[in-house]
């Protein structure tokens, strides 16, 4: 959920112990050209030191970014916030729509795990608000 570390396979980084079991790394040859790397996360949740910084939600539907009445899993519409975010995305986008709304339809090329970065104080309230209302699976 929230990333302390990043470890890039391909340059070759020291990599801590547990991380030579991770999958990105034990089939690194698959990855060929693409970019591999392993994302560690924070011990504790940064804005929320009772919160983990890693872990898996229980269901909530706040979480689905997926829009609603899509048969397609992988278009997402977010909020109004999210409309001058396209460059901060860290993988290639298919469709990119501002609705008359103001909500923004975004579909990611492939199957992703998406990496995000923003500085933008609407988007980061966004995500924040949305890991501190959710519960973790434990």
């Excluded at 790397?37 to 983990?52: G, Q």
């Excluded at 469709?95 to 709304?101: A, G, I, L, R, S």
């Excluded at 992703?112 to 699976?137: K, R």
Aim: net charge negative.
């Amino acid at each position: 959920m929230e990333v302390d570390g990043v470890f890039d396979i391909k340059k070759g980084e020291v990599l801590p112990s547990w991380a030579k079991y991770h999958q990105h790394y034990r089939n690194k040859e698959e990855y060929e050209t693409k970019r591999n790397v392993i994302y560690m996360a924070t011990e504790s949740f940064t804005t929320s030191a009772d919160k983990l910084g890693y872990g898996v939600f229980n269901y909530n539907e706040d979480l689905v970014l997926t829009k609603k009445g899509s048969n397609k899993r992988s278009l997402w519409e977010l909020p109004s916030c999210f409309q001058t975010e396209k460059q901060n995305f860290k993988c290639g986008l298919s469709e990119w729509n501002v609705n008359k709304d103001g909500s923004v339809e975004v579909q990611p090329l492939g199957q992703v795990q998406e990496i995000f970065v923003s500085e933008n104080p609407e988007v980061v309230a966004w995500a924040e608000s949305l890991i501190t209302n959710s519960s973790i699976y434990q």
